[in-house]
């Protein structure tokens, strides 16, 4: 376990649309369904979701080349519509945890902080924080090594939310 100080990848997008609109679409599966995915011709499918304090999900995203993508999450904190935080893992379709498929010593527990910011009635800003948790002194290597790619999924799953959200 490291004692370093890590510094959380940050991104951060505004929205044409209400706090509590933007917040929904991170806790309601009706909306998770149509934007969490990084591309366009993607799918998403929750197959499980308890999306509250202490509560889990597990989704699977399939690719266009029909590449299936496993993923648990567990919910810390869901406070509509300020602050959502949770861990997300990659696993199998049993919501076993397993590594990286393509990078084996990614870290485990990857613990995403969202704040939702009302700029207006209809803006929100969205600042979204992303870090391993405890990590070994190999995990944070890979962390570190590839922060500047860190922005390639979720940046990308922020451009399908967007696209989303403008489509309401």
């Keep these: ?37 990084p591309m366009p011709g993607c799918s998403c499918e929750f197959v499980s979701a308890d999306i509250r304090d202490g509560g889990s999900s597990l989704h699977k995203v399939t690719m266009p080349n029909g590449h299936q993508m496993w993923l648990y999450t567990k919910y810390e904190v ?18 076993d945890i397993v590594p990286m498929p393509h990078m084996p010593n ?5 613990l995403a902080t969202l704040w939702f910011e009302e700029l207006s009635e209809v803006r929100t800003k969205l600042t979204f924080l992303w ?32 696209r989303y959200l403008e489509s309401l």
């Design 106 to 110: 990614w870290p485990k527990d990857m």
């Design 1 to 37: 376990m490291s004692t370093s100080k890590i510094i959380p990848s940050e991104i951060v997008r505004e929205f044409n649309a209400p706090r509590k609109l933007v917040f929904d679409a991170w806790v309601e599966v009706r909306h998770l369904n149509n934007w969490m995915f």
């Design 131 to 162: 870090e391993p948790r405890n990590p070994s002194p190999e995990e944070l290597e890979v962390f570190e090594s590839s922060r500047s790619e860190h922005g390639n999924g979720w940046g990308a799953g922020m451009e399908q939310l967007h």
């Design 78 to 95: 869901v406070k509509s519509p300020e602050k959502l935080v949770f861990l997300q893992y990659f696993s199998n379709e049993n919501g």
